[in-house]
């Protein structure tokens, strides 16, 4: 057996020794965005140092548990932040939470987090749709064996974001009056923020925000059959489109501020996609 399937059966029994509950929605909760959670009906928390070779978070704003529990009758687990390559861990640490999510049963990942905007329409503080992505910088979470029991050996990623989540959150935003742009996400590895030279670069090739995180656990989720959907926080514009420094606290800022829409947007979305409106 491989090693990483086998770690991950390891996390996937050590999580059914907590809660037996099956969730159908997994949300990912990025930086400055943990609070969504103590709107849940919450069934338990599993701290993320507590399951057997499971990545823990190191980063400020990241509070590294599972939370089990109901967004009304949705059984959905919120990760109350994730990990990241820059930490040091590696592309398959990273993406490990991701594909347990998976053998846990859940139907689809949501995936959220703090950007910054290099559309320069964007302003600090509003949601973006992803629509796609750019994984171009950043190692392939698939390089190496397949492990077969997750996935085939060269998945298609023409829909990596599932066009009907995506209408539906879509909808959502229409209805609740939740100004939503769309656009394309780009990771690159961090943890240091991007030069003007490469936002200018980026915009060039399509992208309109970009960060850190999320695209190489979307190409995992997608691996293993998962139906994915993403909504990014754009915390500010990207270097060389604004006359201050970036900083760490500026993004916590910028997601505090508008945590209130982004709740609200992703509350009803889940529900949507639980089949309630």
């Known amino acids: 057996m491989d090693k990483r399937y086998e770690k991950l059966l390891k996390c996937r029994d050590y999580v059914r020794t907590q809660t037996q509950l099956k969730p159908r929605v997994v949300l990912v909760l990025g930086s400055g965005l943990g609070g969504f959670a103590e ?73 959220t987090n703090a950007s910054g905007g290099v559309n320069p329409a964007f302003d600090a503080g509003e949601l973006m749709l992803i629509t796609d992505h750019i994984l171009c910088f950043f190692p392939n979470p698939l390089i190496g064996a ?82 994915v959907c993403g909504v990014s926080c754009v915390s500010n514009k990207a270097a060389g489109l604004s006359p201050t420094p970036l900083s760490h606290k500026e993004v916590q800022e910028a997601a505090d501020r508008v945590a209130p829409l982004f709740t609200k947007l992703v509350w009803d979305s889940i529900l949507a996609m639980g089949g309630r409106d």
């Not at 109350?80 to 053998?103: I, N, T, W």
């Open 39 to 111: 709107k849940l009906d919450v069934e338990c928390e599993v701290p993320y140092s507590h399951i057997p070779g499971f990545p823990v978070s190191t980063v400020p704003g990241h509070a590294g548990k599972l939370i089990f529990g109901r967004v009304e009758d949705v059984p959905v687990v919120c990760m109350q932040g994730r990990v990241h390559y820059y930490e040091g861990y590696s592309v398959d640490d990273v993406v490990l939470p991701a594909r347990l999510m998976s053998l846990l049963g859940a139907e689809v990942l949501f995936l």
């Open 146 to 227: 397949n492990i077969d029991e997750l996935g085939v050996r060269f998945p298609d990623m023409s829909h990596i974001y599932d066009p009907a989540l995506c209408e539906t959150i879509r909808s959502v935003a229409r209805r609740r009056g939740i100004p939503l742009h769309e656009g394309v996400y780009c990771q690159l590895t961090g943890p240091s923020y991007e030069s003007p030279a490469e936002i200018r670069m980026l915009g060039a090739m399509g992208a309109d925000a970009v960060g850190m995180s999320t695209a190489c656990e979307a190409v995992a989720a997608n691996h293993c059959g998962m139906r």
